[in-house]
């Protein structure tokens, strides 16, 4: 009897923290500038992902300088932190079953010169310092993005009403 209430609470568990992955997505100014926030966020839309949070801002270059503190050695940092800084954008989170991992796929590879057809950038940029968009690359880095572009009280609280026409369970 406990054995079947051990494995059911596994299952319960295992099954809510999976879809409860989230990842951080970011629409960077040439997305904006281009129009592109309507199509990129129905590609999550559409995808099942569970929209969390979202906002629409210009951020400075000490945030950005943050956000991408681990490519500071790299010498197209102070490209990357002027292009990112020079509009605004549309910082995003994104939940569900192996979201951070699938995120990065519906983006597409980094250079939109090797991202396949069919991703966001395989289909709507060309090049890597304007590829429109951005995404975790692991939980770790997920969840630091998420803190440093939100607080607890914009990650809101909601349940899909497909989210049965979604997920097994
Ligand atoms: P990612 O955005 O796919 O995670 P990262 O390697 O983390 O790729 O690089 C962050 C961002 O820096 C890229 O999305 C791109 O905008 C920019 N970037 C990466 N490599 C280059 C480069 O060689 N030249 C110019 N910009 C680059
Ligand atoms: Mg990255």
Request: glycine share 10%; with cysteine.
């Amino acid at each position: 009897m406990i054995g079947i209430l051990l494995y059911i609470f596994y299952f319960f568990v295992k099954t809510m923290a999976g879809n409860s992955e989230r990842t951080f997505i970011m629409i960077k100014p040439d997305g904006v500038q281009r129009g592109l926030v309507g199509k990129i966020i129905k590609k999550f839309e559409q995808k099942g992902f569970r929209l969390v949070a979202m906002k629409f801002l210009w951020p400075s270059e000490e945030l950005l300088q943050k956000h991408y503190a681990d490519l500071s050695s790299k010498p197209f940092f102070p490209g990357l932190v002027k292009y990112m800084s020079s509009g605004p954008v549309v910082p995003m989170v994104w939940e569900g079953l192996g979201v951070v991992k699938t995120g990065r796929v519906l983006l597409g590879a980094t250079n939109p010169a090797d991202s396949a057809p069919g991703t966001i950038r395989g289909d709507l940029c060309i090049q890597v310092g304007r590829n429109i968009c951005h995404g975790s690359d692991s939980v770790e880095s997920a969840n630091k993005e998420i803190n440093l572009w939100f607080n607890e009280k914009e990650l809101v609280q909601w349940t899909p009403a497909a989210k049965t026409w979604v997920y097994e369970d």
